[in-house]
């Protein structure tokens, strides 16, 4: 059974950085798109950044374009969101997850676990 886990988030400054991993051992993310979505308390899932797993490209909400830089190591079947100056807006439950090719329309990502919250304190 794959056990995907979302690790990194917790209580951060405004200004400040953390940085998130996505690890999906057993799940092959040779053909995917790698997402991050997030959600903040009684809003809807949103698009945050999106990268093609075998070759990069990444893709960034507008919001967060030029603060966070998504990565992943092949070796370790591990995605990753690095989030500089973090904004009270930025907090909420972030999610990975994965499709066949990218967009902002995140309706029908596969996402494989329950999140890891993000609090930005002003």
Known sequence: QVRPVESGGRLVQTGGSLKLS??????????????????????????VAGMRWSNGG????????????ISRDKAKNTGYLQMDNLKPEDAGVYYCG?????????????????????????
Not at 23 to 47: C, I, K, M, N, T
Not at 114 to 119: A, D, F
């Open 22 to 47: 996505c690890e999906v051992p057993g799940r092959s993310f040779e053909y995917y798109w790698l997402y991050w979505v997030r959600q903040a308390p009684g809003q809807e899932r949103e698009f």
């Open 58 to 69: 990444p893709s960034y909400a507008d919001s967060v374009n030029g603060r966070f830089t």
């Open 98 to 122: 994965g499709r066949n090719f990218l967009s902002a329309d995140i309706g029908d990502v596969t996402y494989w676990g329950k999140g890891t919250l993000v609090t930005v304190q002003s």
